[in-house]
C-alpha cells in the first residue's frame, strides 16, 4: 500500500498542480436547473444536493488531484445527508480522485481510534484499507493533545491514509488561542507544527514529505511562509484561497520549487462559480453551469502555475 | 422555549442526580443475548447495537437528567450507524431525557453554522428549535477560536439548546496544549474558561446557570476545583469519571452546595456494568444485563449524592 504523502506527490505531479476542490454544497446555492423548488421534501432536496456533487466531481475529475467534502454542511441534512456523503466520497474515489473528508475530529483514547476507523482508508471491504466512510486523509483538530493524534497516525501507517492537523486557521479569531506566544518562546501554533513535522519527518517518503500534513490558512501569508520552513517534511493544506481572500502570491509561499508540499483548496470560488460575473457571460449560462465550474478550476490551475 | 441551562437545573433537581449516561457502544463488549454472530453483516451488527441503546436508555431513563451518546462510535458504523445514532437520539428524547451530543465539532463561519443547526434543538420538524440530529446540546472545540463559538452560541439561543465548550480534558496529554501558560499569565484552558464564563453568564436564568457550558475532565481534581470557580456561571460537563480514574469526592468538586452546576458522565462503567465482577453475582446474570445496568446506575447516583 503506498502511504498517503507519496500518493499525493504521485497525484499533485500528474495533473501538474495542487488544486484541492472543497465539495461544500449549500441547497440555496444550487445552479437553477438543480434548485429545489419551495416546498421541496428533505429527501429531493438532498437528491438535488447529491446529483450537483457527482456532477462537480465529473467535472474536476480530469483536472485536479484532490477534493475535500466538508462533512458539516452533509451533517446539516441529517442521516439521509450522511448517507449521500458516502456515495460521494465513493464516487470520486472511483473517478481518481484523492479525497480528504473535512471534518476537524479529535477526541481522546478509544473515541479516537473509532474516528479514525471510520473515516481513513479508502480501500475495499476486507482490506486493511477499508473504512466505511473511504477516505484517504481527514482534518483534525489538536486541543485535546499530543496523545490524541496518535491513533490517527497509528491508523495512517496501518491504511496508507493521511491527516491534516490543523495548525493556523483562516479565520480572523485564529489568533485567540493559535498566536498565543508560550513560555516557552513559541506561539501554540507553531507548538502543534513541531509536533506535526516531527511525525511527518518520521514517515517521509522518497520525495521528502510524510503522510501527517498541516492546515495553514492563506489569510496570513507570512505565516505560511514560516510554517513552509518550519515543517519541511510536512503537506499543507491551504484553505482561504479565493472567496475568504487569500491571492496566489500568497498561497504560492506554502508550495516548494518542485510545486510540491501543499495543497490548495477553493470551495465556494469554484463549485458556485456560475455565481460570479464573471463566469456568467455566454457560453456559460445558466443551464450549462459545469462550464463555469471548469472555468474557474482552469483559472485557479493557471493562477498557481 | 426555556433555555437549556434551566431545562437542565430543572432535570437535575427533579431526578436528585447529575448523573450523565454516556452511550459509548461497541458491537464487542455487547452483553451475550445481544453479541452479534461471528460472521454477521454490519447491518445486523448496526441493529444488535440499536437494541442495545434503546435498552440502555428504557433502564436509566427514569433515574438520570441526561445521556450523551458518543458521534465516533456510530460513525465508525458508517451511514447506517448514524441512521441508528438519529433514532436513538429521537428516542431518549421521547422517553424524557435531555441529550447532550459528543461530537466535539468545530470550525468557521458557515462551516459552524451548519453544525450548530445540525445537531442543537430538540424540537418538532417546522419549529425553531427543530435540527436533523436533534440534540438539547453538542460539545464543541475552541482551538479555531472564540469568533468561532458565536454560531454555536447564536443557534443555542434560538433553539433552547446548550454547547459544552472543551475546556480541560481528561486525557494525559491534554497538559500538551490545554496546561501551557500564556505571557498573560493564564493558561490555554484559563483563557477558554474565562471566554466560556463571560458566553454563559451573558445567558445565565433564575439558578444562576446559563446555556454555554465546559467540558472538564474528573482526573485533575484541582484544576476541576479551580474551574468550578473560575465559572460560577458555567454549566460544567465532568468526564472521566470511574473507569477513567475520576472518584466521586473528585466530581463533587464540580458541583455547587445546591447540586447544581455540572453533570458528571459515566459510560463504560455503566453501559457495559455486567462485564464487572461485582455486577456479575446473581440475580445479574448475562441475560438479565440490564439490571447489572441500573445497579449501577443507582450505585453512581449514591456515590455522588
Not at 429531493?44 to 484532490?66: G, H, N, R, Y
Amino acid at each position: 500500500m503506498i502511504p498517503f504523502g507519496q500518493r499525493l506527490a504521485l497525484a499533485v505531479s500528474q495533473k501538474k498542480n495542487p488544486v484541492c476542490v472543497g465539495i461544500d454544497p449549500r441547497a440555496s446555492s444550487l445552479p437553477e436547473s438543480l434548485k429545489p423548488k419551495s416546498g421541496a421534501s428533505p429527501e429531493s432536496i438532498i437528491e438535488s444536493i447529491e446529483k450537483f456533487c457527482f456532477e462537480i466531481v465529473d467535472t474536476v475529475a480530469d483536472l485536479v488531484p484532490i477534493v475535500k467534502p466538508q462533512s458539516a454542511f452533509f451533517e446539516e441534512l441529517g442521516p439521509l445527508g450522511m448517507l449521500a456523503l458516502h456515495r460521494i466520497v465513493r464516487y470520486a474515489s472511483q473517478r481518481g480522485l484523492l479525497v480528504v473528508m473535512d471534518a476537524k475530529r479529535g477526541d481522546i483514547g478509544t473515541t479516537a481510534v473509532a474516528y479514525a476507523n471510520a473515516y481513513l482508508g479508502a480501500g475495499a471491504p476486507g482490506s486493511p484499507a477499508y473504512s466505511p466512510w473511504g477516505a484517504d486523509a481527514l482534518t483534525i483538530n489538536p486541543y485535546l493533545g499530543a496523545d490524541t493524534l496518535e491513533p490517527f497516525t497509528q491508523r495512517c501507517a496501518s491504511s496508507g491514509s493521511g491527516v491534516f492537523v490543523l495548525v493556523k486557521t483562516s479565520n480572523p479569531g485564529s489568533s485567540f488561542l493559535q498566536d498565543q506566544p508560550l513560555e516557552d518562546g513559541r506561539t501554540v501554533s507553531q507548538k502543534v507544527a513541531d509536533t506535526v513535522e516531527s511525525l511527518s519527518f518520521a514517515t517521509r517518503g522518497e520525495l521528502g514529505y510524510g503522510d501527517i500534513g498541516a492546515v495553514v490558512g492563506a489569510t496570513y501569508p507570512k505565516q505560511l511562509e514560516e510554517m513552509r520552513t518550519r515543517m519541511p517534511s510536512t503537506w499543507i493544506l491551504i484553505p482561504g484561497y479565493g472567496a475568504q481572500g487569500g491571492s496566489a502570491q500568497d498561497v504560492k509561499l506554502g508550495l516548494d520549487t518542485r510545486g510540491l508540499g501543499a495543497i490548495v483548496n477553493s470551495s465556494r470560488g469554484i463549485i458556485f462559480a456560475y455565481e460570479q460575473t464573471r463566469y456568467q457571460t455566454s457560453p456559460y449560462q445558466a443551464t450549462r453551469w459545469t462550464e463555469s465550474v471548469r472555468k474557474a478550476t482552469l483559472d485557479m490551475i493557471e493562477a498557481l502555475s
